[in-house]
């Protein structure tokens, strides 16, 4: 078979596991004009990490292979054409056929203005998921029954209280009281100071969720919060520097401490591993926030990963090696080998200290935090500034009992905490 052949095949091949994965959850035209995007960029910036966040079924190795396979315009062409398969076998909805906008404008003013007020884009949102939110509450065919329920529910939520009475963002009664357990282990543990530097609790807002696009986000039932989100960022795991942070920190961010934190369990257990990843993040803003703070992240680096430490002369040397444009690798190899370090660890050392000092120019270059994190911006303002003692406590079985996404096996979303499945309250 020619490799034109070959890529035929891939191709036809991908296209039919794309679409087989989309039309296996996306029943609506909108919903996947909405989704659509989000999808594209997941598999443009695939790069075969175990644990990367992909749509439900793009895990197969039909679509994975795609992005290894295929250049940027033929990924981006086969992407389209997929798009326009999916288009063809997606059915208008029924309920959009037989349902008039006068009907659904009408449908929108029964809502309470508290609910209005709170569905993402307005009314435009609305239509987007009108469907969806009429189907989370059990009457896809009957507005009116399922308004009735909709305008109860959300009449349960009130602010969050949480960590001052002052902060209103809407929440369930399940998802506040377990705020309250938070704020209570903490005040009973002497520690309440670390919800003092709390700026902003938030994130309720109804709207479609990325991964699941036929349900709602949690945050649109307020059963999550998101805390500090500028300085406690949304990170992809390919955006993260996980090798030079572990290189000038010694900790895995998806290592043991992150395991802990993700089981769940007493206070007591979790504090000590949300401490290390306190005090990495702290380390990283340190390493980057000018030239002596990297210099020293250099010479711990050094001694990790090549075993050998420099006197202070030699270690002024290599940081002028490794920040030179373009990096001196080859000559920063020869130093590290003259110090005691293996060729191949030589090598490996001098090139990711090159590294560092490239994101190091890209970091001092941005100037505000960023909620959705790049690996500029986490090593700039770091990626998980909430106190040690607040995430523990939020998350603990004798506190808050919430799932911390900071901890998540995919993308780390330091700000957002929630009630796990099992804690989730029923809809009506």
């Known amino acids: 078979m020619t490799a034109e052949a070959n890529t035929d095949q891939l191709t036809r091949e991908g296209v039919e596991a794309i679409v087989a994965a989309i039309t296996a959850r996306v029943r609506d035209r909108e919903a996947l004009i909405w989704l659509w995007p989000q999808l594209e960029k997941q598999l443009t910036s695939y790069d075969g990490h175990l644990q990367t966040t992909l749509f439900p079924g793009f895990e197969a190795p039909a679509v994975t292979a795609l992005p290894r396979a295929l250049s940027r315009r033929e990924l981006a062409a086969t992407l389209r054409l997929a798009l326009l398969t999916i288009l063809d076998r997606i059915s208008p909805l029924e309920a959009a056929a037989t349902t008039s906008a006068a009907d659904i404008l009408a449908e929108w003013n029964k809502l309470s203005a508290f609910v209005r007020n709170n569905i993402s884009d307005g009314f435009s949102g609305f239509q ?5 939110l009429y189907t989370q509450f059990g009457a896809p065919s009957n507005p009116a029954k399922a308004i009735d ?27 506040k009281a377990r705020l309250a357990n938070t704020v209570a282990l903490l005040t009973a543990k002497g520690a309440t100071a670390a ?3 709390i700026k902003s609790v938030g994130g309720f807002n109804i709207r479609p969720n990325v991964n699941s696009p036929a349900r709602l986000s949690n945050h649109s039932f307020g059963w999550a919060v998101d805390i500090d989100p500028a300085i406690n960022p949304n ?34 257990t979790l504090l000590p591993a949300a401490i290390v ?19 020293a992240a250099m ?11 420099l006197p202070a002369a030699k270690l002024t040397t290599a940081h002028a090696l490794a920040t030179a444009v373009p990096a001196k690798q ?24 090159g590294d560092a ?5 890209r970091a001092a270059k941005v100037a505000t935090p960023k909620i959705i994190g790049t690996d500029a911006s986490v090593a700039r303002f770091g990626f998980f500034n909430l106190a040690p003692q607040a995430a523990a406590g939020l998350a603990a079985s004798d506190g808050g009992g919430l799932r911390w996404l900071g901890a998540a096996t995919g993308t780390k979303d330091y700000m957002h905490f929630e009630l796990a499945q099992a804690d989730q309250p029923k809809l009506f």
């Open 128 to 132: 987007n998921i009108r469907t969806r």
């Open 149 to 175: 329920r909709v305008n109860a529910y959300y009449g349960q939520l009130s602010g969050a209280g949480f960590p001052k009475a002052s902060f209103k963002s809407p929440v369930h009664p399940v998802l």
């Open 195 to 197: 919800l003092t530097t």
């Open 330 to 353: 080859t000559d920063l190899a020869t130093l590290l080998r003259g110090a005691g370090a293996t060729p191949a660890k030589a090598r490996s050392t001098a090139k990711l200290l």
């Open 277 to 295: 990843l306190s005090k990495a993040n702290a380390a990283v803003v340190a390493a980057f926030a000018n030239a002596d703070g990297l210099k």
């Open 299 to 309: 010479g711990n680096a050094i001694t990790r990963l090549a075993g050998v430490t």
């Open 235 to 268: 990170v992809d795991k390919d955006n993260l520097p996980l090798a030079i942070i572990a290189a000038f920190t010694g900790v895995d961010l998806y290592g043991a401490e992150s395991a802990t934190l993700r089981a769940g369990g007493p206070y007591d």
């Open 357 to 361: 000092a490239d994101l190091s120019r």
